[in-house]
């Protein structure tokens, strides 16, 4: 059974930091892409950052230099380096493991919350 276990959200001002981590089991971890997403209420879920099973990064546009995705195959734990928050980046933070057509593999976590605010 694929499992997903975000932590590390939390509460921050803007122009703050987290680090988001996902634990993953169920999986052979290092063969697979891994997405970080968000949902903001009343949205639909969005990709934010991906990262390829060699290390290949990509990051939605709204994101890019603010967010480094990473990811330690040793501890089948995809991370997610967030500085620079704006309270548009308050959401709900998933991550999952994605095959080349975007598609994910798993059922989603609970998610971490993410709120940015003075």
């Known amino acids: 059974q694929v499992q997903f276990v975000e932590s590390g959200g939390g509460l921050v001002q803007p122009g703050g930091s987290l680090r988001l981590s996902c634990a993953t089991s169920?999986?052979?971890?290092?063969?697979?892409?891994m997405g970080w997403y968000r949902q903001a209420p009343g949205k639909q879920r969005d990709l934010v950052a991906a990262i390829t099973s060699g290390g290949n990064t990509d990051y939605a546009d709204s994101v890019k230099g603010r967010f480094t995705i990473s990811r330690d195959n040793a501890k089948n734990t995809v991370y997610l380096q967030m500085n620079s928050l704006k309270p548009e980046d308050t959401a709900v933070y998933y991550c999952n493991a994605r095959l080349i057509s975007g598609v994910v593999v798993g059922s989603w976590g609970q998610g971490t919350q993410v709120t940015v605010s003075s």
């Open positions: 169920g999986i052979i971890f290092s063969a697979y892409r």
